[in-house]
C-alpha cells in the first residue's frame, strides 16, 4: 500500500504510545490522568480511552515532543477543524483533498476515500479554519494542553466521505492507524525542502536551456 503520510515532527521517529494501546488512566474521584506503570490501572481509577468511549483504546499515534516544537503538515488538505479550548486540547483537523486507498486492521475492511488528519495536544496555532496546506507547511507547535500526561503530539488519521467519518461505529471514533500508512524515512518538513530544492533546479535548468536557445 502506498505510504502518502509524512513524519510531522523535525525530531528522530519515537512512539510514546501506539494506536490501541492503552497506557493511560484517570483516577475515578479526582478525574486526574497519569501513566500506567501496571498490566491494568490500580484499584479506583480506569483507562482514560474506555472512559471517554474509546473501547479499543487508543485512537492515534503519540510522539515525544517539545514544548513550543514546530508541527509540521504530513498531508496536503483543507483546514476543517480548530479547537481552542485548552481544557480540552488545542488542535487542528485537516481533510485532503485527494482520496487515498487505506485499510484498517481493527475492523478488517478498507476503502479509497479522503483523509481526515488530526493534531493535538498544541500550544499555538499557524492556520485559520478554511486555509490549504501543503506536505511540509509549519501549522502549529506542540505541547500539553488537554488531557495529556506530558510534552507531545496526538495524531491520529480518520477516512472521510462527504465530511463524515466513514468508519465512526469502529469503536476508535473513526480513526484508523496511521503507522502503515506512513513514510518513516521522510519527515514532512524535509519532503517539504526537497520539492523546493527540485524546483530551484528545474527552474536553473529551463533558464539554461533559454539562455542556449537565444544565443541560436
Known amino acids: 500500500m502506498t505510504k502518502f503520510l509524512y513524519r510531522p515532527l523535525k525530531s528522530q521517529f519515537i512512539l510514546s504510545q501506539n494506536f490501541g494501546e492503552n497506557n493511560v488512566c484517570i483516577w475515578n474521584d479526582s478525574g486526574k490522568i497519569f501513566p500506567r506503570t501496571t498490566p491494568t490501572c490500580p484499584v479506583g481509577s480506569m483507562s482514560l ?9 487508543h485512537n492515534g499515534l503519540d510522539f515525544p515532543a517539545k514544548d513550543w516544537e514546530s508541527l509540521y503538515a504530513s498531508l496536503e488538505g483543507i483546514v476543517t477543524e480548530l479547537s481552542t ?3 480540552r486540547g488545542l488542535g487542528i483537523g485537516i481533510v485532503s483533498e485527494q482520496e487515498y486507498k487505506w485499510s484498517d486492521a481493527f475492523s478488517a475492511t478498507s476503502g479509497t476515500n479522503q483523509i481526515k488528519h ?26 500539553n494542553t488537554g488531557y495529556s500526561t506530558g510534552s507531545h503530539l496526538h495524531y491520529e488519521t480518520k477516512p472521510v466521505k462527504d465530511g463524515k467519518n466513514v468508519l465512526q461505529g469502529n469503536s476508535m471514533f473513526g480513526a484508523i492507524d496511521p503507522l502503515p500508512l506512513m513514510n518513516l524515512n521522510l519527515t514532512a518538513f524535509e519532503k517539504n525542502d526537497l520539492l523546493a530544492k527540485i524546483k530551484l533546479q528545474l527552474m536553473d535548468l529551463f533558464q539554461q536551456v533559454a539562455d542556449l536557445l537565444a544565443k541560436r
Request: hydrophobic letters at 35%; one cysteine or more; aromatic letters at 10%.
Open 49 to 57: 480511552y474506555a472512559k471517554v468511549g474509546l473501547k479499543k483504546g
Open 85 to 87: 479550548e485548552p481544557s
Open 118 to 143: 488530526r493534531y493535538w495536544h498544541l500550544a499555538g496555532m499557524n492556520v485559520k479554519m478554511g486555509d490549504k496546506v501543503k506536505v511540509g507547511d509549519l501549522i502549529g507547535w506542540c505541547d
